[in-house]
Each structure stands twice: as structure tokens, then as C-alpha cells.
């Protein structure tokens, strides 16, 4: 299956593209630029095509970022600590990003000619994205179907749709996934916070898989505080 992947250079986008170079034909990495405050993250996505020796391309979507105000994530705005499970965290919402994205990937997949677009949405989105969850997946692919009928046929491959992050952390090290040259700090700094939602749930994934976490964090041991806040 010829796959075009999204890869946002993130732990999860980095697993997904080690897996399809290895069951499908990758045909290369799409990454998006929209003014995201991490957007360090594009380099390692860079790393990931050069090390699967496929091309990369980087859409530029600054200008539409700017108008999606109001998300940690494009504004000046705090990034929240705690688990990425907690309401909280609804504040990095990039309201539309992902069908906005996937529409541009699927233009460029029949463009060339590939037969599948992969996305890394995995189980532990759905508290928060709403663009993440089985039903906009499923929404997506009628969409899609009617927009190029008749001139592609394109799936939109998302194995991780009813995974967790734990569960993409063992597919990774299945694959050979360099978790080191991966990024997920929201915010963007030197080293992984430790504290940001996604840093909580990246370190706990690796101590649910049973993997050693290689990453480098200001704060290693916030994750278990935040972990102990959420059930109580």
C-alpha cells in the first residue's frame, strides 16, 4: 500500500512511519507548520524522512494559525501542567487542525498517486480532540470518498485509533523507533518539561509499555504527582 504519512515529528507520527516503511510502501512524510510554539518538533520529523530515506515536505499554514486563536498551543497563552485527561488541557485545542490537514494530505496523496494517507490519532486523544476520535475518522474517509470519486481512491489509515499511547510506545521499539530523536513538549523548550500534559503522558507510556524512556526532562518524577492528582 503506497502511504503518504503525516508526521508531526512527534513520538507517535515517528512510530507510525517506522511501522508503515516496514509493512507498506512509504512514499514520504507531510509535516505542517501553523505557528505551533513547539514547532521544533518539524525537525525531528526532518530527521525521521532522512532516516527512512523518503521525502518530506513542510505545508506552510502560519497564516491560518493565526487565525485559529485562542489554543496554548498558537497563542501566548500557558501551556497547563497535569494529565493530558484533565479539562484543562482542552486549552491546547487547534480548533479543525486535523481535517484541515488531512484534507491537504489527501489533495497531495491522489496528486501522486498513493493509495493511503497515515495519521498517528491514538485512544488517548479522544478525552480532549474531538478530531481524533473513531467517529470523525470514520466521518472523514465519507468525505473524502465523495471529494475525489470517480478520481482516487485513498483510505486514511489510522491504526492507532483505539490504541493507547503505551501501546504505540511497544509498536515503536517493535520497529526500531529512535524514541530519542523524537519531540513532544508543548512547550517547545530546550529540553521536554516534564510537566505539559503530553510530557505526563509520553513519560507514562513508557512505564506502562515497560520501555525505557530515553528522553531528556527538566522535571522526570512530575508525571507521578500528576497521575495522584487525577485519581483523587
Not at 188 to 201: D, F, I, K, L, P
Amino acid at each position: 500500500m503506497k502511504t503518504l504519512a503525516v508526521c508531526s515529528g512527534g513520538l507517535d507520527s515517528v512510530s507510525l512511519a517506522h511501522m508503515v516503511a516496514a509493512e507498506h510502501e512509504l512514499t514520504g512524510l507531510l509535516s505542517f507548520d501553523y505557528g505551533q510554539r513547539h514547532r521544533k518538533e518539524l525537525g525531528f520529523a526532518a530527521l525521521c524522512a532522512e532516516r527512512l530515506k523518503v521525502p518530506h515536505q513542510i505545508i506552510d499554514l502560519r497564516e491560518i494559525g493565526r487565525g485559529l486563536s485562542g489554543s496554548a498551543l498558537t497563542d501566548s497563552v500557558d501551556v497547563p501542567d497535569g494529565h493530558y485527561a484533565e479539562d484543562t488541557m482542552k486549552i491546547t485545542v487547534v480548533p479543525n487542525r486535523n481535517a484541515i490537514m488531512f484534507a491537504i494530505a489527501f489533495g497531495l496523496a491522489a496528486t501522486h498517486k498513493a493509495e493511503a494517507v497515515a495519521a498517528a490519532v491514538h485512544g488517548g486523544d479522544h478525552f480532549i480532540y474531538p478530531d481524533c476520535r473513531p467517529a470523525f475518522i470514520e466521518a472523514f474517509q465519507t468525505m473524502q470518498d465523495r471529494a475525489l470519486d470517480g478520481y482516487a481512491q485513498i483510505r486514511l489509515y489510522a491504526p492507532y485509533v483505539n490504541l493507547g499511547k503505551a501501546d504505540i510506545v511497544a509498536d515503536g521499539a517493535r520497529y526500531g523507533t529512535p524514541f530519542a530523536e523524537t519531540w513532544s513538549c508543548y512547550k517547545g523548550g530546550v529540553r521536554h518539561c516534564g510537566r505539559c500534559g503530553t510530557c505526563v503522558e509520553r513519560r507514562e507510556a513508557f512505564h506502562l509499555a515497560g520501555h525505557a524512556d530515553p528522553t531528556d526532562y527538566e522535571d522526570a518524577d512530575f508525571w507521578l504527582e500528576a497521575l495522584r492528582r487525577r485519581r483523587a
